[in-house]
């Protein structure tokens, strides 16, 4: 008996049911109801922002319509009028703000009724179990200490936006809008949640109901601040909707990690900006609406005008997510502001974390409901992590570190999603996110395996052969690392002690340090190892680009070749034709950037250019990739002329950017290969290697014999430099050559955006900005018109691969023809 009452309340808490979510809800409810009486009543009021927002209606009250004339003793106002007349019926309520027990029990009732409405959201999804309420009400002294004991505007907002998505989740278009208008009016940060909200409006509605509801949203904002916007509508508006706001760093929650001079600087600012929207953008295509597809399924689909029911759990899922990448990614948290994700964490955690038979109860042979409590165990350390995290005052580097910690965690543990719908509340579609542990994601995508151009070499070697043929077939890839790296290293050791470069280190040792990841990003991917030195001199080092331009070359010329070799000889498929006539492309291109262009372009302009190019590539890679099962080829199929011309070409421009970047021809190849003839990246990237190595020994050979003006600091630089990167360059190849397709795309993504956010950290000028957007905007529109074309020619080639087949099956009926895979041969 005592085990089937022990099973009975596992089913009850921990499997999805509405009897025990009931139960477990009207518990807690009048459970909170005697916390909040006991905080309120025992524990002290700490004044921090209260007094400030009665003084900030007083002058309200005066006659005061001058938004910027607003003030109190923590400062000026800078929240949307909502705010001020909230607090000022709150003024009201309160004896001119002064009976504060009264207002520590009104913001109790407001704690009380935003848990009803987490509660009810809950509820309609289906797919929480009721323990998690638990977690909602039992685990957060901040979260008491913010509704009760500071009185901060945050709960006021955050119950508008709870009331809101209530009414959007039961279809009430409407007067979700009106009250997620009402949100945003007490404080900008509900804003967070617009970019979800706007395309569960899109796909739910339309594109007319859409912009009336939006309308609607707008029209709430000037009604609100009117009184304002007559007097003074520029003060309301830099007031109310402050974006330079400057934080105060005693205060952060998220960014002790950094010095404050780093912290207060503007162009960090830019970066989390850039990364916000970056991030969001990426996990909204990859985990938004998963049920119907994804977005861009759904964006392509409504096109075509019919309406898309979106379902609670996925329209909650965008929202919440939303607005946990802007908190991620915030200039500044304030411990307030823990209030702004805390009830929709737990959903984040929990939603896709059951199976669908699971959820329900589903019994195992000893009749034991099925809970999966590895998940639940990390997920409430992660829900109890961040709490700490938001109790540590002031805030530490551990804290903040943490906090950023568990905040990515949240993002690498989904797993599995059920749907329900959002019209009749019934389940919907069980999407199922295949499951991977640690150890397969790093089998498929780090140890997927080398693709040969002769497999002989890896296959199995007789016991009977010669012991020496045995042991070379064995150690084969170990001595082609070698060979490169102890021819170079004996010539270095020997000039080493010949001119006493070893003094070097000590006033040179950046360089060294920065090729350990330069040479083994060149080895690893198709940017080079210009791609790390060329930035790292020019944005960081402030080195003249001419000397980084050179030693790029310079120091490629022997890493690049060293990989190369490494590459040639453990037999990686290789692209031979785009290596040759890139190769002679590149070869002119080089001379003639060197001859008559380089000089020609100012160094600001050589490093917008170089990274807006390379950044509109790789957002044209990343949408490529994010089409499922596409179709690749282990070499350009049906060689034609056009093709020789375009790959001539491509050599060419790609040696121009080489001569005044120091790297160019490899990425230049690697775009036509991957984009226009769909080659896959595991062989795209080894043959840009080999394309790199043979152009920078040319610039190289021309800077220095022809032109012979290479400057002495960039020798000094080569000169310590070479034992580093003959090392590291061969190893990135080697370890490269393992890799899944998608890892070798995904280096090229963070590449380039971390040459974006260097770049901005400079603080180049707006002008320069502009033109970069420019850059990148034409750039990206090039690399698309790529890709079309590209899909056009992967289509004919397998089309023309179908025909063959059926001619070749000699009139027999053919009822299946081959669909284009992840590879098509």
Request: hydrophobic share 50%; charged share 15%; net charge positive.
């Amino acid at each position: 008996m005592g085990c089937s009452l022990f099973q009975s309340c596992v089913r009850t808490l921990f499997t999805v049911n509405s009897f025990g979510f009931f139960v477990v809800a009207s518990l807690l409810t009048i459970a909170e109801v005697l916390v909040t009486f006991g905080v309120i009543r025992y524990v002290p009021y700490t004044e921090i922002d209260w007094s400030t927002y009665m003084q900030q209606v007083e002058c309200y009250l005066n006659g005061t319509r001058n938004y910027a004339l607003i003030t109190g003793d923590t400062g000026p106002i800078v929240y949307p009028a909502g705010h001020l007349f909230i607090f000022r019926f709150l003024y009201s309520l309160t004896e001119n703000g002064t009976n504060i027990s009264r207002a520590q029990y009104i913001f109790g009732g407001l704690y009380i009724l935003t848990i009803l409405l987490v509660f009810r959201i809950y509820a309609k999804t289906r797919s929480i179990p009721p323990f998690v309420l638990v977690l909602l009400c039992c685990t957060s002294y901040r979260i008491h200490s913010i509704f009760m004991l500071r009185l901060f505007n945050d709960p006021v907002a955050m119950f508008l936006l709870y009331l809101a998505i209530n009414f959007l989740i039961s279809q009430q278009w409407f007067l979700g809008c009106v009250l997620y208008s009402l949100a945003v009016s007490v404080k900008m940060n509900i804003l967070l949640f617009a970019p979800a909200l706007f395309f569960i409006l899109l796909f739910s509605n339309g594109i007319f109901l859409t912009a009336f509801y939006l309308s609607v949203c707008a029209a709430v904002q000037v009604v609100i601040a009117a009184p304002f916007l007559i007097h003074d509508p520029l003060s309301y508006v830099m007031r109310s909707f402050e974006l330079g706001r400057v934080f105060m760093y005693k205060w952060t929650v998220n960014w002790r990690i950094l010095p404050e001079s780093v912290f207060l600087d503007k162009r960090i600012h830019l970066v989390l900006l850039l990364l916000h929207v970056v991030v969001l953008l990426v996990f909204a295509f990859k985990m938004w609406f998963r049920s119907q597809g994804g977005l861009l399924l759904l964006l392509r689909n409504f096109a075509y005008g019919p309406r898309t029911r979106i379902g609670i759990q996925d329209a909650l899922y965008a929202l919440f997510t939303s607005n946990l990448i802007g908190i991620t990614f915030a200039r500044s948290l304030h411990y307030q502001f823990y209030s702004w994700y805390f009830h929709s964490l737990p959903f984040i955690l929990f939603i896709n974390m059951y199976r669908m038979e699971d959820a329900y109860g589903k019994k195992d042979g000893e009749g034991t409901p099925t809970v999966p409590w590895k998940g639940i165990i990390l997920r409430v350390a992660i829900l109890l992590g961040i709490e700490y995290c938001w109790n540590v005052y002031p805030s530490t580097v551990f804290s903040s570190g943490l906090l950023h910690v568990l905040h990515a965690l949240i993002f690498v543990i989904f797993e599995d999603m059920k749907t329900v719908d959002v019209f009749t509340g019934t389940s919907l579609v069980t999407t199922s996110v295949r499951k991977h542990t640690l150890q397969r994601f790093f089998r498929k995508y780090f140890l997927e395996g080398q693709k040969f151009a002769d497999e002989v070499l890896v296959t199995d070697v007789s016991p009977t052969v010669p012991i020496d043929v045995r042991l070379f077939r064995k150690y084969y890839k170990v001595i082609g690392f070698l060979i490169p790296m102890c021819f170079f290293h004996i010539l270095w050791w020997i000039l080493a002690f010949r001119y006493d470069l070893f003094s070097r280190f000590a006033t040179r040792w950046e360089m060294p340090l920065t090729m350990v990841l330069g040479a083994t990003v060149a080895g690893m991917t198709s940017e080079g190892g210009g791609a790390v030195a060329f930035p790292v001199m020019t944005l960081l080092l402030k080195i003249d680009p001419v000397v980084a331009k050179d030693f790029s070359l310079m120091i490629q010329s022997c890493g690049m070749t060293s990989a190369a070799f490494t590459i040639i000889w453990m037999g990686i498929a290789l692209e031979w034709r785009a290596i040759l006539v890139c190769s002679l492309g590149a070869t002119i291109g080089c001379v003639f950037g060197l001859q008559y262009i380089d000089g020609l372009i100012t160094a600001a302009v050589k490093k917008m250019m170089f990274i807006s190019v390379w950044f509109s590539f790789g957002l044209a890679l990343w949408l490529l990739n994010t089409q499922k099962k596409r179709c690749t080829f282990d070499s350009i199929r049906n060689i034609s002329p056009w093709k020789l011309m375009v790959l001539l070409v491509t050599g060419f421009v790609g040696g121009i950017c080489t001569s005044f970047a120091g790297s160019g021809v490899d990425i230049c190849s690697f775009s036509i290969l991957t984009l226009l003839f769909r080659v896959s990246e595991k062989v795209a990237t080894p043959t840009s290697v080999v394309l790199m190595a043979v152009n920078t020994c040319v610039g190289f050979f021309w800077r220095q014999l022809i032109m012979g003006d290479v400057s002495d600091l960039a020798w000094e630089y080569w000169s310590i430099s070479v034992p580093v990167v003959v090392v590291c360059a061969p190893l990135g190849s080697l370890l490269a050559s393992h890799f899944h397709r998608l890892t070798l795309a995904a280096f090229v993504y963070v590449l380039e955006v971390l040459a974006v956010v260097g770049y901005l950290l400079t603080g180049p000028s707006l002008i320069m900005i502009a033109i970069g957007v420019g850059i990148i905007f034409f750039s990206f529109l090039f690399f698309y018109c790529l890709m079309d074309i590209g899909h056009t020619v992967s289509q004919e080639l397998v089309q023309e691969k179908n025909k063959s087949i059926l001619t070749s099956m000699d009139g027999e009926v053919k009822s299946v023809l081959i669909q284009p895979a992840r590879r098509c041969g």
